[in-house]
């Protein structure tokens, strides 16, 4: 497999953000999202095996393991490798960016899908079977770089009936849109989702690798 980096930080999305985390982040990426910011993942990284892999996390002494890109479904192998963290008994996060089908995603993993709104330039790249295949502890995301793409996610969001299916989360491109113009955008139509900040953006800096 093609890593491009593994690294301790703090969830810094998600219902989890904030807990300490594992990240293992993979090499490649099918799309090219405008606001992208992790741009070096599309061909920087280094061939590792699972075993390799694992250890790398076993001796990292966190429980919570999220894997991520670029785009890891990419890589085959990734799937058992995904099954072996979770039969050793960890929490694992996989987090995907919506074009490629979930379905061979072990169903004890919690899978975070992220559908690309019109202001990433990839919105007609979506797998929308995937929201068929969605579960409870599953989690969608939409990055929302304006006004329009807020208003197509919550159309969306009714449209699919995500609310009665998982959790749901929306973000401020970072740098594109003010967290309080969002939050208001959400208090006002009394959308039940979840404001979603990059935190380790925060915490440790918006330019800052292996956070």
Known sequence: MKVCEIFTSIQGESTH????????????????CAYCDTRYAYEEGYDMT?????Q??????????????????????VYHLIQALLDDGRRVLVETN????????????????????PGSGM?????????????????????????????WARDLVHSFNLLQKCTVLMSPAFGLVRPEDLARWMIDDRLAVRL????????????????
């Not at 699972?50 to 694992?54: A, F, P, R, T, V």
């Not at 007609?124 to 409870?136: E, G, H, K, P, V």
């Open 17 to 32: 953000s904030g807990l300490p985390c594992l990240f293992v982040r993979f090499t490649g990426c099918n799309l090219r």
């Open 50 to 54: 699972e075993d390799g892999i694992l």
């Open 56 to 77: 790398r996390i076993g001796s990292a002494g966190l429980n919570l393991v999220a894997i991520t890109g670029g785009e890891p479904l990419l890589q085959d192998e």
């Open 98 to 117: 919506g074009s490629l089908s979930i379905r061979q995603v072990d169903r004890r993993a919690s899978v975070i899908l992220d559908i690309k709104t």
């Open 123 to 151: 919105s007609d790249r979506m797998d929308f079977s995937n929201l068929d295949d969605i579960r409870t502890h599953d989690e969608i995301k939409f990055v929302v770089a304006g006004r329009d793409d807020y208003d």
């Open 196 to 211: 979603n900040l990059q935190l380790h953006k925060y915490v440790f800096g918006p330019n800052t690798r292996g956070v």
